[in-house]
């Protein structure tokens, strides 16, 4: 028999729908698996356009996830800095368009973490293989932190690292599964985060991998 405790209301081992991270943040379980194929496709004409290219850091690193971004703005890394364009500068031509199916998902996820009204410029496409990771950082580029991040996971599981204000707070470690969304804003927009390595593994919407949209108001 097992003990009854705090889930009991929940069918099987089934994970609460939306789970609070801190103050302003947000898991919501499962809140874009039903639209993760018009995700995907837009993604595919996304990359069609503007392929995945592995930035190199300020410091000279070459990033291990693999990235290209849609809408007026983009998110990109090299020698001298980080920073949004406009422009990919791999090709010298705007970012192609937010499909329209982005940006709803983003501004309904963004309404169901406590946040009305987003209407993001920027979406960066991240893409983890097996053993990828992103150590902890700040998304700080953006200039001013009025507006939420979100982030939909798509494709293989990983687990969040979500920390705290400094780089040496405790951070929760959080499983995510394709459909996931995290929305951070307000008191926790400039928390620290990251991703742990991706495990090796195939899932049959995106293959070997793990895709990540992360949604920003940049400009
Ligand atoms: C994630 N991604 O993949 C969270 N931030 O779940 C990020 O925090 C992130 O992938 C800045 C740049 C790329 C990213
Ligand atoms: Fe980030």
Not at 97 to 109: C, N, Q, T
Not at 164 to 186: E, F, M, T
Request: with cysteine.
């Amino acid at each position: 028999m097992t003990t009854p405790g705090l889930f009991d209301d929940l069918e099987d081992d089934a994970l609460p729908a939306t789970q609070a991270l801190a103050s302003g943040a947000v898991l919501l379980r499962g809140f874009a698996r039903a639209r993760a194929g018009a995700l995907l496709d837009g993604v595919s004409k996304v990359l069609a356009q503007a392929p995945l290219r592995h930035l190199v850091t300020p410091g000279g690193f070459r990033m291990s996830v693999a990235m290209s971004n849609c809408g007026p703005l983009g998110w990109v890394s090299d020698r001298s800095g980080y920073r949004y364009d406009a422009n990919d500068p791999d090709s010298g031509r705007p970012w192609p368009a937010m499909p329209e199916v982005f940006a709803e998902l983003a501004d309904s996820a963004a309404r169901a973490g406590g946040f009305d009204g987003f209407a993001p410029d920027a979406c960066l496409i991240n893409r983890y293989e097996p053993g990828t990771r992103l150590s902890l950082h700040q998304d700080r580029d953006e200039g001013h932190y009025d507006w939420p991040i979100v982030s939909v996971s798509l494709g293989l599981p990983a687990v969040f690292l979500f920390g705290g204000g400094r780089r040496s707070d405790k951070a929760q470690r959080v499983p995510l599964v394709h459909g996931d969304v995290v929305v951070w804003g307000g008191p926790s927009r400039l928390h620290y985060h990251g991703v742990l390595p991706v495990k090796d593994g195939v899932h049959p919407m995106t293959g070997a991998c793990r895709i990540n949209l992360t949604f920003r108001k940049a400009g």
